[in-house]
């Protein structure tokens, strides 16, 4: 499959430069950050939360889980994570359980973990379970520019 139609375009469109890596298929982020030999706070991986009736892309490190107390003390109230049904109808372009780290392109909201290190080079999940993008954290901050960081994982 590759990167997924709408994560392509938003990096064209972006002007962002990207490399692409094919790895073995791998069942989570942190198992293709393993595959890949990358630092686990270097991978992003998009977690769903739903709020009310509405969806949050929560955009950790691999290597840690998203505080649903925490994102919920910023909202403002109680989060729970989206079901596989929801989060698939959100990026049909994607694999199932391949959930892109970019809210914009799909029209969610998104917020970035402070404890996602973009000092160094940033890689995500292309929008299927074999696909590995990189960018680097400069570029991975313009990607992401606008969107909310806060301290949202564990």
Same mark, same amino acid.
């Not at 499959?1 to 490399?19: K, Q």
């Not at 692409?20 to 992003?44: D, L, Q």
């Given at each position: 499959?590759? !990167?997924?139609?709408?994560?392509?375009?938003?990096? #064209? @469109?972006? &002007?962002?430069?990207?490399? $692409?890596?094919? &790895?073995?298929?791998?069942?989570?982020?942190?198992?293709?950050?393993? $595959?890949?030999?990358?630092?686990?706070?270097?991978?992003?991986?998009? $977690?769903?939360?739903?709020?009310?009736?509405?969806?949050?892309?929560?955009?950790?490190? +691999?290597?840690?889980? %998203?505080?649903?107390?925490?994102?919920?003390?910023? %909202?403002?109230?109680?989060?729970?994570?989206?079901?596989?049904?929801?989060? +698939?109808?959100?990026?049909?372009?994607?694999?199932?359980?391949?959930?892109?780290?970019?809210?914009?392109?799909?029209? !969610?909201?998104?917020?970035?973990?402070? #404890?996602?290190?973009?000092?160094? @080079? $940033?890689?995500? #999940?292309?929008?299927?379970?074999?696909?590995? %993008?990189?960018?680097?954290?400069?570029?991975?901050? =313009?990607?992401?520019?606008?969107?909310?960081?806060? =301290? !949202?994982?564990?």
């Amino acid at each position: 499959m590759g !990167i997924a139609m709408t994560m392509h375009e938003f990096l #064209e @469109d972006s &002007h962002v430069r990207y490399d $692409v890596a094919k &790895h073995n298929r791998t069942g989570s982020s942190a198992m293709t950050a393993r $595959v890949s030999h990358i630092p686990g706070r270097e991978m992003a991986k998009g $977690v769903v939360l739903k709020w009310d009736d509405s969806y949050l892309l929560a955009v950790v490190p +691999a290597s840690r889980q %998203v505080d649903l107390g925490k994102v919920g003390a910023i %909202v403002g109230d109680k989060v729970v994570l989206a079901s596989e049904e929801e989060t +698939a109808a959100l990026f049909p372009d994607c694999e199932e359980g391949a959930v892109p780290v970019f809210g914009a392109p799909y029209r !969610i909201a998104c917020m970035i973990d402070d #404890e996602l290190d973009t000092d160094q @080079d $940033v890689y995500f #999940e292309g929008g299927d379970h074999r696909t590995l %993008v990189h960018v680097t954290g400069k570029g991975f901050e =313009q990607l992401m520019y606008g969107m909310p960081r806060a =301290q !949202i994982s564990r």
